[in-house]
Each structure stands twice: as structure tokens, then as C-alpha cells.
């Protein structure tokens, strides 16, 4: 069985919270939790358990855009659709700078919201996964000694075993040692698989040169 993704929608208007809860429900695949208040979501929030905020830009109290920094604190990859009757290029412009998914104006249709959320909850899904991986990679990483670090650096850089030996003042038969145990301990078999799986880190290697 499929699981429902799960979807907040916050609104200081409860009517219209329920209005987009009632969209969603009825495109299925969802499971809708409304609020009518930023601090009330923000008490029932568990990261990495949402899918996708749907959001009021204009609340008393903590505004929608204050809720989306909140959350980017706690779920750095959580979408927003914020929807609004009152938006404005500045506005707009402001919040996709800050990560938001897309805006959205009052009175939204339902097709609007049910498309707008299907591809906020696929960005989400995709963010989670490019984390999870960068963290998989972390994990990796951190069973290199500083020595193989080393050694692997260079090794992406694409230098050969040669000029890696005279950079680092090593024996040929240290650096191939040092090579198989990086490739072992990354989990990977070539130095392109490693290249890629470093570069989920962003880490600065020495120029091959």
C-alpha cells in the first residue's frame, strides 16, 4: 500500500485551511494536517516527517515567510507553497531567494494547489535523498586516517601514483596501499566512483597539475 504524503496547511482563516485540505484530500494521495496559527504547526513539528508546507504568507504573529526560515532551520529540505492575497514581484522574488517552492494567489484553484503541492513534495523527496547521500558520503569520509585523506585528495585531483608519491614524499608502494585502502574504506572500486561520491561533499582537492 501506498503511503499518503503528508501535508501541512496553515492558515489563520480556518476556512480557507479547510478548503485546501478538502482539494488535496480529494486528489488523493495526501494526508492533510490543517493549523490556524505558525507556532501551533511549529509545536507539532517533527523534521524530516513532513512533505510539504502549505502556507499563508500573511499571519498574525509568525508570518509564513518567518515560519519558512523556522522550518529551514530544523528540515533544511522541506518545500513551501505559500499562497497569498496579497503578492507582488518583490514579495515572490524575496521568497524563492529564501528556497521557497512557488506562491500562490487567493483564491487558488484547485488544480493550482494540488500541482503546485505534487511538485513541492517531489522537490522535497529529491533534497531529502541528495542529503542523505551527502551524509552516507560523510559517514565514509570520516573512516579515511589523515594520511589516506591525503592520498585521496590527489587521487581525485587526477594525479597518477608517480607525482602523488614525490608531492606527498612517499614510496610507490605506500601510495598504492594508501589507494586500495581508500577505495576500500569509500566503498567504491575506481577513482571516477570516488571522484562522484566526493563531490557530494564539495570538497577542494589540489589541482592536477
Known amino acids: 500500500m501506498a503511503i499518503n504524503q503528508l501535508i501541512y496547511v496553515v492558515d489563520d482563516y480556518p476556512a480557507i485551511a479547510e478548503v485546501a485540505k478538502r482539494y488535496l484530500l480529494a486528489a488523493g494521495g495526501f494526508e492533510v494536517r490543517t493549523f490556524t496559527s505558525a507556532r501551533d504547526l511549529l509545536h ?17 504573529g509568525l508570518d509564513g515567510g518567518e515560519l519558512h526560515l523556522e522550518l529551514a532551520q530544523q528540515d533544511p529540505s522541506l518545500s513551501f507553497v505559500f499562497v497569498t492575497g496579497f503578492a507582488d514581484v518583490k514579495t515572490a522574488v524575496k521568497l524563492m531567494e529564501q528556497g521557497a517552492f512557488t506562491l500562490l494567489e487567493k483564491p487558488f484553484s484547485a488544480e493550482d ?19 542523505s547521500q551527502r551524509e552516507q558520503a560523510a559517514t565514509l569520509l570520516s573512516t579515511l586516517t589523515e594520511d589516506e ?6 587521487m581525485v585531483a587526477g594525479l597518477p ?3 602523488i608519491a614525490n608531492k606527498l614524499a612517499l614510496s610507490s608502494r605506500t601510495v598504492d596501499r594508501r589507494r586500495h585502502a581508500v577505495l576500500t574504506k569509500m566503498q567504491v572500486s575506481s577513482v571516477p566512483e570516488l571522484a562522484a561520491l ?3 561533499l564539495d570538497l577542494e582537492t589540489p589541482a592536477a597539475n
Open 113 to 131: 494547489l494540488v500541482v503546485s503541492v505534487r511538485r513541492a513534495v517531489e522537490q522535497t523527496s529529491e533534497l531529502r535523498a541528495k542529503q
Open 149 to 154: 585523506r591525503d592520498v585521496m585528495e590527489c
Open 198 to 200: 566526493v563531490a557530494r
Open 161 to 163: 601514483n608517480k607525482t
Open 44 to 60: 507539532d513539528f517533527v523534521p524530516n516527517t513532513v512533505d510539504c508546507v502549505v502556507a499563508d504568507l500573511k499571519m498574525p
